[in-house]
């Protein structure tokens, strides 16, 4: 069956790094775009990264810009997001997805598989 497991997360203060890691299986990975969203405590689900099949095209919300950084190995059928410079803001359960399509995309409604999040806290 489908698994993305993420791993990775944890407490960090202010100014650290974290590397969140997704391992997927059940499916064929390399045909598949994949995304990082995140749930802060009473905030909607929001989009933070997305790659395309290859790794070629990658996109990052306008918060995170600079500061985060989508990649993937598809011989390890793993997704990753390098966190560095975290702020306080970026408190929240971190969930990769997959897209049944081989283009990135912000949009959740368009991914078809959600693993089942990891906690990110960043302390001042």
């Known amino acids: 069956q489908v698994q993305l497991v993420e791993s990775g997360g944890g407490l960090v203060q202010a100014g650290g790094s974290l590397r969140l890691s997704c391992a997927a299986s059940g499916f064929t990975f390399s045909s598949y775009a994949m995304g990082w969203f995140r749930q802060a405590p009473g905030k909607e689900r929001e989009f933070v990264a997305t790659i395309s099949w290859s790794g070629h095209y990658t996109y990052t919300t306008d918060s995170v810009k600079g500061r985060f950084t989508c990649s993937r190995d598809n011989a390890k059928n793993t997704v990753y997001l390098q966190m560095n410079s975290l702020k306080p803001e970026d408190t929240a359960v971190y969930y990769c997805?997959?897209?049944?399509?081989?283009?990135?995309?912000?949009?959740?409604?368009?991914?078809?598989?959600w693993g089942q999040g990891t906690q990110v806290t960043v302390s001042s």
């Open positions: 997805a997959a897209r049944d399509a081989l283009s990135p995309s912000r949009i959740g409604g368009e991914y078809h598989y």
